[in-house]
Each structure stands twice: as structure tokens, then as C-alpha cells.
């Protein structure tokens, strides 16, 4: 009997054959069952559970965790597996340690004890030191957002959960085997979905889900709110694909001669053309890190090949022949429906100047988080916590919020310190010592190595795509990215051991060690303890989408606007009573099943603050709350309640929308203490709570320490100095918040500009070319012309010295004259408008709307001989231009009979007579 023979009964054997001979058939009936239904919420986890939103969103990391759980109650009735001789101990003990460590972070520890293991808490949060503790309370735990902490154990436990139990599961070859092929035909499915998607749009994910700030017209993303993720979900499953093709052709190319050959077979087309529609859907979601990956991905799996021996059997010409369709056919497909845009992309990565030119901003991110990284290295700010984090430690606002540090390992060192690094560290080293056996082992056993080797290349880059992705890139945040890569990572492992076993590779393998159940059980009580918070920010997803969505519509949001953009809706305007009733309805839906929500305390808070001051302005007492706070503080009333009463007969009955503004502010900062918009509100409404005249500058430090960038904190720290007579603090502060975004400078500008010359305000405040633009335009509309000159005669300067800043370098200079031109127009100096337009023209000379402006210009300033010159080249031009011959028309009717018949001619009334000569061409 030849090898390839005891090799195929062997395998009967271990697919039919129960693990021991000492069960009955009862139990081996039971096994199977529980078999079966492991798989089966596997299958879902892979390819069910990512169809929602990629289990980023609060449902989806719901019944992701909920999966992992039953997954691992069902692994509880298998007989356990031993995990490895290589290193499963220490595995368990590296994971083991990754749940202690979020456990410290959330839980309450002695002040003296959390300054020595977070001194950066204690330094931020002064208001919350043990002097102030009775009053306001004190700061116990190292996460700075506990909640978000909770959310972050319970997916970082179903992630562990999920590497054992899947370990445990695979006890054969044919395990494994099966597994990788769940994981490639898993991102097959997904990529059909993303071209279909791309193909047939309506905006909605899934056709079906609504995001509020992404949609899916422009890039193939399936069921991922980010192209990026979605591609690299993609890579990971092509490489499965490609190695479970060639291990499943070379481990029949041992079949009898009567036996149908693989490589023609239905199955290998369908797995051509899973890989080919995954490589469109690479190329159709546009991403640069996700080709670049894939790349990559593709090298590793060949290297990795050549490395083991691993072949294509007997059957060369033909895999090889239908190997290279799969390209072909992929490059035929994008280019019918996406090239030229794949191609521009592809051009950024090599004719970039700089990193930050191909990022997308991540510089400035990446720059925040290390610092905090720096501060917080003992123990991390908290699992989740980046979000509240990194604005800290920004050299200057910016107008989107990164949701993640846009890499895998700075976040892991911001929110779990050096610890967490070490661990990501130690995690990586077990990886490569499962490679490192596995591969030479695979390589010197010729009976095997043409199946193993395929599965075990396949493994090997998908694991380098993970970690190489995770560079420049949150895709370990990702819970269905991730969930491919755990199960591909614990695929490793058994590879690894069996490849280094004297057993063989398709027998089973069995123990009966219950410590492993019991580590089981650890995770899953953990998971179980943090359940209800997941549900709970599940039941309120709804609700935050419903009013994100209004925020963004009304546009007074502009933080939560994310890096990837958002739809185009219908604006709505922010004041409008009844929009800010809508917004607060549906915070009131979010709280009333997620009271540990902050963002939608501190946003109530604001919006219970607007809707004061709208009502209050409308009443017959119409006084600001500033200006209710200086009465009632230069009153002296003798006790705190006295001043209240008299502040409840001035607003009536607006007084509980003042008390709830500082309830849910407090709220906000109890449950996340590092949000600076919420300290200047209490700041504000210090004066209900307390006389003490200190509190209300105690806030607006403390917020100064969370938020020292944020305009918010600077315009009210400014607003709080100019108050005590300090202008000199008061304008260092204003100059710093009119540079951190358009609504400080419209406050600021509206706040100063009718009290300072203009070259003063310039010279104070130091606007850029865009920002003098908005300077002028606020003088116009006070109807100070001559301090529009002044600002128009900055930029004028700025232009001619070449000097205009980054906001509109990517114009050109030409844009330059062309604002300027529009800028004079509209101050009503149409020749200057023209000298401008001119300039523009000099960088564009046949430029239609140019020229064709300057021709109105001219007319309309009486330079009509030289106007009408650029009229008839535009109407040569475009002879159907309607407008232009108006004007014409309208600035030649007072002219004499021959100017006349020749202004008739050019705008073709019926009888007119061409002119003896027509002017030059310009």
C-alpha cells in the first residue's frame, strides 16, 4: 500500500472516527452535534456578524460579543484540547494579562495609589484632588472614560475567548483546512456585496442602513463605513482563498487516474473567480493602504511558498494558466468601471512630496497621540479612551474628529500604556516563533508539504497584512477585520504544532485537561459583567444616529464631523426652536436607556443652554445669561437661595432649563472628566450652585488643562479675563481661539471688528489670505467700506509677495486676483475688479469665465472700446451666451448710431448690419 493510499484512509479515519474508542454512540452523536453548531456560529461570525456595519457600531459589537459567548458555551460541552506544547501557556498568560490590565484601569483605587500608577490623571484633574472632594467629588480611576472602558474589556475578552476556543476546535488538519476556507469564501461573499453595492447604489449600506456622515456612491465598501477596512477585510481572505485553491488541487493530485481531475473542476472556477471579484473589490474601494497591503499580502504568500516547497503538484499548466485569468480578468473589470481613479490614487503614493500629502491628515493625530503616549505611559488612559484623549494635545484644533489614533499601535500605547505595547510586543514574538517552526518543519516533510504549505503561506500573510495595515490604520478595531485575523492567528498555531508534532497532521489529537475550561469560564464571567453596558449602548444607537444626523444637517456640530466626510443633506437652520426640540428628543430617547452616555449629557447641556437664550431674548426681560450672572453677583444678595429666588422671578419659568443645563454638564465630566466644553458651562452657571467667587475661574482652568486648544475654553477664558479688566490676557487668549475655527472667528470678528480699526484687528490678530476674505466681508456688511480697502489692500500685498497661506495654495495664484476681482465687484469698483481680473489672466489667458468677467467689468467701469474687444471673442467663443449680449446691450445704449448698429450686430437683433471692421482678437 503506497503512502498517498494510508494517506487518504487516514483521513477517512480521522473525519469518521470519534476522538477516543472509549465513547458510545450517544456521545459521539452528541460531539458531532456540538461539532456542528461551533461551526455554524463560526460561519456566522465570519460572514453573518460583519454585515452589520462591520460590527463597528453599538449593534453590531453587541451581536458580535453575544456570538463570541455562545460560541464559547458551546465549546464548554467538547472534551478539551490541550492548546500547544508551544507556548499555549504563555499565550494564556499574555491575554490573561491584557484583561487584568483593563480591569485595573477601571477600577476605583486610593488617591495615593492612583498618583503613583497614573500621575497624569492627578495633574489634568485638579478640580477632582481630594481638597475639592466633598464639594465636587474626586477622580478614582486610571481610564479616564470608565464606560468606554467597559465597551473596550468585554470586545478585547470576546477577542481572547475567541483564539482559544477556535484552538481548541481545530483538532485535525481538515480543521484547519475548513476554517481558512471560511475565512476566504467569507471575503469572496463580502466583495460580490461591495461591487454589487458600487454598481447599484442608494446611499445606503446594505441597502439598508443609513450611516450619518458616510454613504456608499463613490467607493466599493460593502457593509464597511470605511473603504480602508473594507480592503483589508478583502486581503485577509484573498490569501485564504488562494492557499486553500492550491492545497485543495495538490491534495488530490494523488488520485486515481479514474478520479476527476481538480484544476478543471467547478470548484476551481469558483474559486478563480472568488478571488477575481476580490481583487475588483480591492481596487474599486480606492484605498491606497489596502492595495499597498495587498501587495504585500501576495509577496508573503509567495515567499512563504517557495520557502516550504510548496508546488503546484501535477498540475502546473493548468492552475498556472487559470491562476493567471484571475488578474486579467480583475484588470478587465476595473477598468470598465474605476481605472482612471484607481490609477490617480496609485499616483499620490510615489509622487508625494511628503508623508503628510498621502495621510489624510494623520500627522496631526499621530503627533497628538504621541504625546499622550509620553504622559501616560505607565498604565494608558483607559481602553476607548482615545477619543476624549488625543484633543489634548493638539497643536491646534482641527475641524474633524479622528474616532481612532489611524494606527493600531500608537492607540494600543495611548489607551494601555507600555504595558499594553509590551504585551502587542510578546503577542507579535509568539507569532513569529509559530512561523518560524512551522515553516521549516513544512519544508522538510515532502509527504505533506504540498497541502500544508499553501494553508500555512496563507496564514502567514494574512498575519503580515494584519500587522502591517495596522501601521497607519485602526483595522484591529475593526471587530470583523479582527475576528478574521484571530481565527487565522489561532489557524497558526495549530499549523505550528502539528507540523512540530510526532502525531500526524490529519489524526486528531486529544486530552482531557480542564483548565482550559476554566480560563473559558474567567473570560466569559467578564463578558457576562459587561453585557448590560453593551446593550444599553446598542438600545440607544438609534437614537445618537437621529440626532448626529440633525447636528450635522444644522451644522453646529462640526466635531463630530468625521474624517471620511458626510452626506449631503438638506440644511436646516440651527436656531430654529423647533430643530433644537427635535435634537433634544432624541438625546432624551438615548439617556433614558444609556444614563452612562456623556456625549449625550454634555450635548443636552448645550442645547438646554441655546434654547435659554432663545427663549429669554424673546421675553419682555431679554438679558443674556451673562448679563444675569453680573447683576445677580454685583447684588450681594446674603444667601445663595435669595439670589435664586430673584433669578426665578427674572426668567419665570425658563429657571429649570438653567438647573438642567448644569445637572447634565455635571453628569458629562463625572463620567468622562476630559470634555472642555462641559467645564465652560458649569463656569457659566457656576453662579447657581455656589458664591464662591473663585469657582467659576476654577472651571475654566480645569478646562484649560483638558482642552488647551480648544476654541470653546479660549473664547470664554478671554470673555472671563476681559471681564476683570485684564485686556492684555484677554487678547492672548482671542488670538489664539480666532485661529481654531470659523465660529471663533465670526464670534471674535463680531465681538471686535466694530470696535477696532481694521489695521489694528490685523495687526492683533494676524488673519490669513482666507481669513481677511471673511474680515472684508464683515466690514461690507456693516457698511465700514473703508475698512474693507484696508483689509483688500492686506491681501493685495499678500498676493503680490507671493505670500498666501496653505488654504489656498492648491488655487494657485490665479485664484488670488480672482477673489480679489469678486471682492472689489462687490465694494462696487469694477475698475479695480478689472486690473485683478487681468492678473488672473496672466496664469490662464483663454480662461472663458475670466475673460468674459472682464469683459462685464470693463463695460460696466466705461472702458467700453477695450470691453468690447473681450465681447467678441467670448461671443465667438459661445455665441448662445444670452447674458453677455444683455449686457452689452444695456451698457452701448447710450452711445451714438454706429456703436449701436455694431452693439445690435453682436447681439443678433433682426436688421442689424455688421460692423466695417470687427476689433482685433485680444
Same mark, same amino acid.
Not at 486530552?511 to 473559558?520: A, E, G, R, S, Y
Given at each position: 500500500m503506497d503512502e498517498a493510499q494510508i494517506r487518504r484512509r487516514r483521513t477517512s479515519a480521522a473525519r469518521s472516527a470519534p476522538a477516543t474508542s472509549d465513547w458510545t454512540k450517544e456521545e459521539w452523536s452528541t460531539n458531532r452535534i456540538v461539532?456542528?453548531?461551533?461551526?455554524? /456560529?463560526?460561519?456566522?461570525?465570519?460572514? @453573518?456578524?460583519? &454585515?452589520?456595519? !462591520? @460590527?463597528?457600531?453599538?449593534? $453590531?459589537?453587541?451581536? +458580535?460579543?453575544? !456570538?463570541?459567548?455562545?460560541?464559547?458555551?458551546?465549546?464548554?460541552f467538547r472534551p478539551a484540547t490541550r492548546l500547544s506544547p508551544l507556548g499555549s501557556p504563555v499565550i494564556v498568560f499574555l491575554l490573561g494579562t491584557g484583561l487584568l &490590565?483593563?480591569?485595573?484601569? /477601571?477600577?476605583?483605587?486610593?488617591?495615593?495609589l492612583l498618583q503613583q500608577l497614573s500621575p497624569a490623571v492627578t495633574q489634568r484633574l485638579p478640580l477632582w484632588s481630594a481638597s475639592n472632594a466633598e464639594a465636587w467629588g474626586q477622580w478614582q480611576t486610571i481610564s479616564i472614560v470608565p464606560s468606554e472602558s467597559r465597551i473596550g474589556l468585554a470586545v478585547y475578552a470576546a477577542y481572547a475567548i475567541l483564539f482559544l476556543v477556535t484552538a481548541q476546535r481545530m483538532e485535525t488538519l481538515a480543521d484547519v483546512r475548513r476554517i481558512i476556507r471560511y475565512c476566504g469564501w467569507s471575503a469572496g461573499g463580502m466583495a460580490l456585496l461591495g461591487v454589487v453595492q458600487y454598481l447599484i447604489p442608494n446611499g445606503k449600506f446594505v441597502w439598508m442602513f443609513a450611516h450619518p456622515t458616510a454613504e456608499t456612491y463613490h467607493e466599493a465598501k460593502a457593509s464597511f463605513a470605511n473603504p480602508n477596512h473594507f480592503a483589508h477585510f478583502l486581503v485577509l481572505g484573498l490569501v485564504c482563498l488562494a492557499g486553500s485553491w492550491q492545497s485543495a488541487a495538490n491534495s488530490s493530485a494523488g488520485r486515481a487516474k479514474h478520479m476527476p481531475r481538480p484544476i478543471g473542476s467547478p470548484l476551481s472556477w469558483l474559486y478563480a473567480a472568488a478571488m477575481a471579484v476580490t481583487l475588483v473589490g480591492i481596487a474599486l474601494s480606492y484605498s491606497r493602504? $489596502?492595495?499597498?497591503? *495587498?501587495?504585500?499580502?501576495?509577496?508573503?504568500?509567495?515567499?512563504?511558498?517557495?520557502s516550504s516547497g510548496a508546488t503546484m503538484a501535477g498540475y502546473r499548466p493548468k492552475m498556472l494558466g487559470l491562476a493567471l485569468i484571475v488578474p486579467l480578468v480583475s484588470g478587465i473589470a476595473v477598468g470598465l468601471h474605476g481605472y482612471d481613479k484607481v490609477w490617480s490614487q496609485l499616483q499620490t503614493l510615489w509622487q508625494a512630496s511628503s508623508v503628510a500629502s498621502t495621510s489624510a491628515g494623520r500627522p496631526v493625530v499621530w503627533r497628538a497621540s504621541l504625546e499622550a503616549v509620553s504622559e501616560f505611559a505607565a498604565f494608558g488612559a483607559g481602553a476607548g479612551s482615545h477619543r476624549s484623549v488625543y484633543p489634548t494635545y493638539l497643536a491646534k484644533s482641527v475641524p474633524v474628529e479622528f474616532t481612532h489614533a489611524e494606527s493600531g499601535y500608537l492607540q494600543i500605547a495611548e489607551e494601555l500604556g507600555v504595558p499594553g505595547l509590551m504585551l502587542l510586543f510578546l503577542i507579535g514574538c509568539c507569532v513569529l516563533h509559530w512561523i518560524r517552526c512551522a515553516v521549516p518543519a513544512v519544508a522538510k516533510d515532502g509527504a505533506r508539504r504540498e497541502i500544508v504549505g499553501p494553508l500555512l503561506a496563507a496564514v502567514v500573510a494574512a498575519m503580515a497584512a494584519s500587522f502591517a495595515h495596522s501601521l497607519f490604520d485602526f483595522v484591529w478595531y475593526i471587530p470583523a477585520c479582527m475576528t478574521v485575523a484571530v481565527v487565522l492567528a489561532a489557524s497558526l498555531r495549530q499549523l505550528a504544532l502539528q507540523t512540530n508534532s510526532e502525531l500526524s497532521p490529519l489524526e486528531p489529537t486529544e #486530552?482531557?485537561?480542564? /483548565?482550559?475550561?476554566?480560563?473559558?469560564v474567567c473570560f466569559l464571567l467578564v463578558m457576562v459583567c459587561c453585557l448590560p453596558h453593551l446593550y444599553h449602548d446598542a438600545q440607544g444607537q438609534a437614537a445618537w444616529e437621529d440626532y448626529f444626523t440633525l447636528s450635522l444637517a444644522s451644522d453646529i456640530d462640526q466635531s463630530g464631523m468625521t474624517r471620511r466626510g458626510r452626506l449631503r443633506m438638506t440644511r436646516i437652520n440651527a436656531d430654529d426652536p423647533q430643530v433644537s426640540q427635535q435634537m433634544l428628543q432624541c438625546l432624551d430617547r438615548v439617556l433614558a436607556v444609556d444614563d452612562d452616555h456623556h456625549l449625550a449629557h454634555a450635548r443636552k447641556a448645550t442645547l438646554l443652554l441655546k434654547q435659554f437664550d432663545q427663549l429669554q431674548l424673546a421675553s419682555d426681560n431679554a438679558m443674556t445669561l451673562s448679563q444675569l450672572r453680573d447683576a445677580a453677583v454685583a447684588s450681594r444678595f446674603p444667601t445663595l437661595g435669595e439670589q435664586n429666588q430673584w433669578l426665578a422671578g427674572v426668567v419665570q419659568d425658563?429657571?429649570?432649563?438653567?438647573a438642567a443645563a448644569y445637572r447634565h454638564a455635571q453628569k458629562a465630566v463625572q463620567l468622562a472628566p476630559f470634555q472642555g466644553d462641559a467645564y465652560v458651562l458649569l463656569s457659566e452657571l457656576s453662579f447657581l450652585t455656589s458664591d464662591d467667587a473663585d469657582a467659576k475661574n476654577a472651571f475654566l482652568q480645569q478646562a484649560a488643562l483638558v482642552r488647551p486648544k480648544d476654541g470653546r475654553v479660549l473664547l470664554a477664558m478671554g470673555q472671563d479675563a476681559a471681564l476683570q479688566g485684564n485686556l492684555e490676557t484677554a487678547l492672548s487668549h482671542w488670538k489664539e481661539a480666532f485661529h481654531q $475655527?470659523?465660529? +471663533?472667528?465670526? #464670534?471674535? #470678528?463680531?465681538?471686535? $471688528?466694530?470696535?477696532? !480699526?481694521?489695521?489694528?484687528?490685523?495687526?492683533? +490678530? =494676524?488673519?490669513?489670505? !482666507? =481669513?481677511?476674505?471673511?474680515l472684508a466681508e464683515f466690514y461690507f456688511a456693516q457698511g465700514q467700506t473703508a475698512e474693507a480697502i484696508v483689509v483688500l489692500e492686506r491681501q493685495v500685498?499678500?498676493?503680490?509677495?507671493g505670500t498666501n497661506d496653505d488654504d489656498k495654495s492648491e488655487s494657485g495664484v490665479g485664484s488670488v486676483w480672482t477673489e480679489l476681482a469678486a471682492a472689489f465687484r462687490q465694494m462696487g469698483r469694477p475698475d479695480r475688479a478689472a486690473t485683478m481680473t487681468l492678473? *488672473?489672466?496672466?496664469?490662464?489667458?483663454y480662461a472663458y469665465d475670466l475673460r468674459r468677467q472682464l469683459a462685464i467689468d470693463l463695460l460696466q467701469s466705461g472702458q467700453r472700446d477695450t470691453g468690447m474687444e473681450y465681447v467678441r471673442w467670448c461671443l465667438n467663443q459661445r455665441p448662445s451666451d444670452h447674458e453677455l449680449r444683455s449686457v452689452l446691450a444695456n451698457s452701448l445704449r447710450i452711445r451714438d448710431d454706429r456703436q449701436v448698429s455694431q452693439a445690435s450686430y453682436l447681439v443678433g437683433e433682426e436688421g442689424a448690419q455688421p460692423p466695417a471692421r470687427l476689433p482685433r482678437r485680444p
Open positions: 461539532a456542528m453548531l461551533f461551526d455554524a /456560529i463560526l460561519l456566522f461570525l465570519l460572514c @453573518g456578524a460583519p &454585515l452589520l456595519m !462591520a @460590527g463597528r457600531q453599538p449593534v $453590531g459589537r453587541l451581536i +458580535f460579543v453575544a !456570538a463570541v459567548m455562545l460560541l464559547a458555551l458551546v465549546a464548554m &490590565l483593563v480591569l485595573l484601569q /477601571i477600577t476605583p483605587l486610593p488617591p495615593g493602504g $489596502g492595495v499597498l497591503v *495587498a501587495v504585500l499580502a501576495l509577496l508573503v504568500y509567495a515567499a512563504v511558498c517557495w #486530552t482531557h485537561d480542564p /483548565i482550559w475550561k476554566l480560563v473559558n425658563r429657571m429649570p432649563l438653567l $475655527g470659523v465660529e +471663533f472667528r465670526q #464670534t471674535l #470678528t463680531s465681538l471686535l $471688528g466694530n470696535v477696532l !480699526a481694521a489695521e489694528d484687528f490685523m495687526q492683533h +490678530f =494676524q488673519p490669513t489670505y !482666507a =481669513q481677511l476674505s471673511d500685498r499678500l498676493a503680490i509677495a492678473k *488672473a489672466l496672466d496664469r490662464d489667458p
